[in-house]
């Protein structure tokens, strides 16, 4: 299984940009899928989830401004941005609870991560 992101870029302040996590490989089902981040010297966060049915929730820092769905016909998961922030510069990474067979219990992959720069 192999998650790849896409999306991330150079932005300025007050503006937006979509990110995509498309999931590929042997895949029975997907279950959670979330969006972290980690800015420079600075632990990985959390930054939205949304379960298999589609039900989101975020973290306090992006509520209002960002919204995470998916696309569970293409094993993919987006994350819209709006009103960006400088604070909101980090390496953002998709991760997918995905099941390779119907006998699995967990599985945890992790995408390779994309740049999110948000200049003031």
């Known amino acids: 299984v192999h998650l790849v992101e896409s999306g991330g870029g150079l932005v300025q302040a007050g503006g937006s940009l979509r990110l995509s996590c498309a999931a590929s490989?042997?895949?029975?089902?997907?279950?959670?899928m979330r969006w972290y981040r980690q800015a420079p010297g600075k632990q990985r966060e959390l930054v939205a989830a949304i379960t298999s049915g589609g039900f989101a929730n975020y973290a306090d820092s992006v509520k209002g401004r960002f919204t995470i769905s998916r696309d569970n016909a293409k094993n993919t998961m987006y994350l819209q941005m709006l009103s960006l922030k400088p604070e909101d510069t980090a390496v953002y990474y998709c991760?997918?609870?995905?099941?390779?067979?119907?006998?699995?219990?967990?599985?945890?992959?992790w995408g390779q991560g994309t740049q999110v720069t948000v200049s003031s």
């Open positions: 991760y997918a609870d995905v099941l390779t067979t119907r006998w699995d219990t967990r599985g945890d992959y």
């Open positions: 490989g042997t895949i029975f089902r997907i279950n959670d």
